[in-house]
C-alpha cells in the first residue's frame, strides 16, 4: 500500500477514534438541565465544555485535511469547517467564491486548508485571511495580521533548498507536494502597510 495512502487511511481512523467519543460527551454536557448543575462548579463545567467542542472542531479540521477523503469535497462544507478552525485562534475568514462549482478538487482543498494549519505560523497573534479564486488553477490567500509579521521565517521556507530544513512547518510539505501534483507556481508578496503577506498560485 502507498504509504501516504496509508497515512492518510491512519489519520482517518484516529480522528474519527477520538472525534466519537468527545462529541458523546459535548452532546450530553449540551443536555444537562440548568437545574442539575447547583453541585457543579460553573467555571469548571464551561471549561470541560468548551474543550469538548474546540478538540471535535480541530479533529474534524485535522481528519479532512490529513485523512482519506472523497476525490471532490464540498466547499461549502469546508468553508463551515475552516472558519470554525480558524475562530479557534482569533482568525477571521472570509472566502470568495464566485462563480464556483459545489464542489471542488480534493487535491486543491487540502492546500488551501493547508494554508489555514500554518497560520499560527504566518499570524501567530490572530488576524483575517481572506481567500480569493476563480478556479482551482488560480488564487491567492491574503494573510492580514494584528501586529507586525515577522515573515524571516516564511521566506525561509521558500527559499531554504529542502522544506525539511525548518523547524515548526510539519505543513509544508504537504503543502508543496499539493503544488507539485496541481503545476502550480508559487508567489509571495508582502504589504507592509497593513500587515499583510499574499500567496498567490497559477498554473504554470
Known amino acids: 500500500m502507498d504509504h501516504l495512502k496509508f497515512s492518510s487511511l491512519l489519520c ?7 472525534a466519537g467519543p468527545l462529541s458523546v460527551i459535548d452532546n450530553t454536557l449540551e443536555l444537562i438541565n440548568p437545574e442539575e448543575l447547583r453541585d457543579i462548579n460553573p467555571e469548571e463545567f464551561n471549561f470541560i465544555s468548551k474543550a469538548t ?3 471535535v472542531i480541530q479533529l474534524k479540521f485535522l481528519r479532512i485535511l490529513f485523512g482519506n477523503t472523497q476525490k471532490t469535497l464540498k466547499l461549502n462544507d469546508i468553508f ?4 470554525q478552525y480558524l475562530g479557534l485562534k482569533g ?16 487535491i486543491f482543498i ?5 494554508f489555514f494549519y500554518g497560520s499560527k505560523i504566518i499570524i501567530p497573534y490572530g488576524g483575517d485571511i481572506k481567500v480569493n479564486h476563480k478556479s482551482e488553477n488560480d488564487f491567492e490567500i491574503e494573510f492580514i495580521s494584528k501586529k507586525i509579521i515577522d ?10 533548498k529542502s522544506i ?3 523547524n515548526d512547518t510539519k505543513f509544508l510539505p504537504f503543502m508543496f507536494s499539493c503544488f507539485l501534483k496541481n503545476k502550480l507556481e508559487f508567489e509571495v508578496k508582502k504589504t507592509s502597510k497593513n500587515n499583510s503577506i499574499i500567496y498567490k498560485a ?3
Open 12 to 18: 482517518s481512523q484516529v480522528c474519527h477514534d477520538l
Open 164 to 166: 525539511y530544513e525548518v
Open 202 to 204: 497559477n498554473k504554470r
Open 91 to 106: 482568525i477571521k475568514l472570509l472566502w470568495v467564491r464566485k462563480n464556483l462549482p459545489i464542489e471542488a478538487n480534493a
Open 110 to 114: 487540502k492546500l488551501v486548508m493547508s
Open 151 to 160: 515573515d524571516e521565517k516564511i521566506f525561509n521556507l521558500i527559499n531554504s
Open 80 to 83: 463551515i469547517i475552516s472558519d
Open 53 to 55: 467542542k474546540q478538540s
